[in-house]
């Protein structure tokens, strides 16, 4: 059955919560502390002294995104500041680009540091680029990271314009009904690369511990606890809307994947679960997030935090807070697997997902 491609999973968290009696406190605190983080960062890029590099005569031209725990509106106040300029088009190492980047590293606190430690942020970004090599050679890993991140975890803090236009144009990318003239829902192009994504997480994941300081102190244990939580929930949070387009008119599909990408991840998990129409899938969807709220939870607080930093993997297997971490991960696993095999979603899930 077709639905309005306007209507967004916006505020569907806070919904299912309604209708189950199941509170979020974390989520919905994480949720608010991103809001308010973001009302204070806007007027420091919209109107700082080097804004009229943004724009010229023609209109915006780069957007400041940011990433991770801002794009899923599940900020701490122990969250990392993950940051892009994410540009139209044209080249990366433009010379006035360079004192922008400086210019927003200083208004974003983070100075010269640039973030993370792969090379995936803290740079120029081309939309042109993430949209034109999809797949075969030149689709480096740095590529297909930075266009999954772009559609499931990116929010703009200025000129979100241009932020729009990047996302309609890698959608549009592999929406192209030029391509093969096929009436694919859902998209099976869009299914496979986010499909790819994942599993590329997941072999880099191995690939990170295997080198020399991969097993140091809390790295096997947060990257681990991580993949169980906040990286299964991301993925599942572009797969499900991707499998829901089966629901659409094959011309809204477009705007049907801008609306959903635009709400954070739980919203559209939580979306599933209430479009699922029974009770059983509602009490399954609010145990589902419950397990999630609590990971949010953990992050969040300072000491469980520092504690499973500082836990090695050999040692893990003592630690209570690990176990309790493992438990959530089965619990959101569980929930989800009855999401995409149990119910409306499972006889697209069946004939899309793995083959």
């Known amino acids: 059955m077709d639905a309005d491609p306007a209507h967004g999973p916006s505020g569907a968290l806070e919904l299912l919560s309604e209708r189950t009696g199941t509170p979020f406190p974390h989520l919905l605190a994480a949720r608010a502390l991103t809001r308010e983080r973001l009302a204070d ?6 109107d700082g002294p080097a804004t009229s590099l943004l724009a010229d005569q023609d209109g915006p031209r780069e ?3 940011l990433f991770g725990s801002w794009g899923r509106a599940e900020l701490t106040e122990h969250s990392d500041d993950d940051w892009a300029l994410v540009v139209d088009s044209g080249g990366e190492d433009l010379g006035e680009r360079q004192q922008l980047l400086s210019w927003v590293g200083d208004a974003l606190g983070t100075g010269d540091a640039v973030p993370g430690a792969t090379g995936t942020f803290g740079e120029v970004v081309s939309a042109e680029k993430l949209a034109a090599r999809i797949g075969l050679q030149e689709d480096t890993n740095l590529n297909l990271t930075r266009r999954m991140l772009l559609l499931l975890e990116s ?3 200025a000129q979100p314009e241009v932020h729009a236009r990047a996302v309609r144009r890698v959608l549009g990318a592999y929406l192209d009904p030029t391509a093969d003239g096929g009436d694919h829902r859902p998209p099976r192009f869009l299914l496979n690369d986010l499909v790819r994504y994942w599993r590329t997480i997941a072999v880099d994941f191995e690939g990170k511990h295997r080198e020399p300081d991969g097993d140091g102190t809390g790295k096997w244990v947060m990257r681990n606890a991580k993949l169980r939580l906040s990286r299964k929930l991301l993925f599942a949070g572009g797969l ?15 705007d049907v994947l801008v609306a959903q990408l635009a709400a954070p991840p739980t919203d559209r998990i939580a979306d599933a679960f209430l479009a699922a129409g029974t009770q059983g899938a509602l009490d399954t969807g609010a145990r589902t997030l419950a397990a999630y709220d609590r990971w949010i939870g953990i992050l969040g607080d300072g000491d469980a935090r520092a504690r499973l930093q500082a836990l090695t993997r050999e040692r893990r297997g003592d630690d209570l807070l690990w176990h309790e971490v493992r438990d959530l991960g089965e619990r959101l696993q569980g929930g989800l697997l009855a999401l995409l095999f149990g119910g409306r979603l499972a006889p697209v ?6 083959f």
């Open 240 to 254: 499900v809307p991707v499998l829901r387009c089966h629901e659409h008119a094959a011309d809204a599909m477009a």
């Open 155 to 157: 929010v703009a803090v």
């Open 63 to 65: 957007a400041v995104v």
């Open 41 to 46: 960062l806007r007027p420091r890029l919209e």
């Open 349 to 354: 899930t069946q004939q899309y997902l793995v």
